[in-house]
């Protein structure tokens, strides 16, 4: 089996999905979406209604925000690879639950694992602290790269506070600009 093969029956794995309680509440699952060969991978906490609605990640206004700090850096959505610690949105927009994140998790392995991004980064102080640590902070850790087991994980605000605080913003596009430097000198190696 090929590896977009591989990558399309996770997919259809999590369009039916019954393993957590938030299959009962999606509209539509969100099992992530670009390229087989990105070497970034952002990972966003869970969809929210615009997402749920569609069946892909980030497509609100902070999906907006987000492609314009990749187009600052000269990247397009194409060229990452995207998605969320869970894959169906909690009701209300609540934090996913530890059990429906262990639920889900073996999926998010196995998209990363077929991946094998170069760099993995986190969006918003929830899935920094589920993918890196969880004692981090995002005010005090946010574009500080961490580097674990041949990757690089970089912590980054989650676009969706940044529309409501406009100083988050510009600590979003310093993060990005610091992202692109590290990924220029990964590339000179
Ligand atoms: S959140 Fe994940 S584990 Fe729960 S139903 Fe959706 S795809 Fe399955």
């Not at 996770?10 to 390229?35: D, F, H, M, N």
């Not at 869970?46 to 850096?73: H, N, R, T």
């Amino acid at each position: 089996m090929s590896r977009a093969q591989v990558l399309e029956e996770i997919r259809q794995e999590i369009l039916v999905c019954p393993k957590c309680a938030l299959c009962k509440s999606r509209t539509t699952a969100v099992p992530g979406t670009g390229s087989l060969n990105a070497d970034i991978f952002f990972i966003g906490e869970a969809p929210g209604q615009q997402e749920d609605l569609k069946g892909e990640p980030f497509v609100g206004s902070a999906g907006k925000l987000l492609d314009s700090l990749l187009k600052m850096i000269g990247i397009k959505r194409e060229e990452i690879f995207i998605t969320n610690i869970v894959k169906c949105r909690p009701p209300g927009n609540r934090d996913p639950r530890p059990d429906e994140i262990s639920s889900c998790n073996p999926y998010l392995v196995s998209q990363i694992a077929l991946i094998e991004p170069i760099f993995i980064c986190t969006l918003g102080r929830f899935a920094m602290q589920t993918m890196i640590d969880p004692d981090m902070s995002i005010t005090r850790d946010h574009g500080v790269p961490v580097r674990r087991s041949g990757v690089i994980y970089f912590p980054m605000y989650h676009p969706a506070a940044a529309l409501y605080r406009g100083e988050l913003k510009e600590l979003m596009k310093e993060d990005m600009l610091r992202l692109k430097a590290l990924i220029d000198s990964e590339k000179e190696k």
